[in-house]
């Protein structure tokens, strides 16, 4: 997991010189997906619920 600003797509031009995406292989760079923060914790849930790293419901993210 990448946070920070640098390695996103949609602020690759505002950035310029420091973006750092353009660092990364072509093929890396279509892996890679932006996620606003307020949605990391939902994403981050479901990464570890399809990996069945909870046991039982996994936790009730808060605002």
Known sequence: MLLDERYTA???????????????PEEERREHIDVR???LKYAMLNFYADMDAWDGDPPTPRE
């Open 37 to 39: 923060p307020g949605k």
């Open 10 to 24: 949609s602020n690759a031009a505002e950035l310029g010189d420091y973006s750092v995406r353009d660092t990364f």
